[in-house]
């Protein structure tokens, strides 16, 4: 899904770029996980174009079936944002 983007500029200096979130966010009498705010700082982390970054900079898989490195930086990313402490829980 293409988002559209707007760059604002005010007295000749560019702003960041603003994107719609592809997502709404309501007010539910459901239960729900505790951790259902970490959507909101994993657009943060596609906005800044991280993912795009540590696939530039780290290394790239060894075969042709492998991974990509931002899919496991961005789950790590995540799992620290959201409590975790150890690798053991993102399993």
Same mark, same amino acid.
């Given at each position: 899904?293409?988002?559209?983007?707007?760059?604002?500029?005010?007295?000749?200096?560019?702003?960041?770029?603003?994107?719609?979130?592809?997502?709404?966010?309501?007010?539910?009498?459901?239960?729900?996980?505790?951790? #259902?705010?970490?959507?909101?700082?994993?657009?943060?982390? @596609? &906005?800044? /174009?991280?993912?795009?970054?540590?696939? %530039?900079?780290?290394?790239?898989?060894?075969?042709?079936?492998?991974?990509?490195?931002? #899919?496991?930086?961005?789950?790590?990313?995540?799992?620290? @944002? &959201?409590? /975790?402490?150890?690798?053991?829980?993102? %399993?």
């Amino acid at each position: 899904m293409e988002l559209t983007t707007t760059t604002y500029h005010q007295r000749g200096e560019a702003m960041m770029t603003q994107t719609v979130l592809p997502f709404k966010l309501e007010v539910t009498n459901e239960t729900i996980t505790a951790h #259902a705010g970490l959507v909101v700082f994993g657009e943060f982390v @596609h &906005g800044l /174009g991280l993912n795009a970054l540590v696939n %530039r900079n780290l290394p790239k898989p060894g075969s042709g079936a492998g991974y990509a490195p931002s #899919a496991f930086v961005e789950p790590l990313i995540l799992m620290l @944002h &959201g409590g /975790g402490r150890s690798l053991e829980d993102l %399993r």
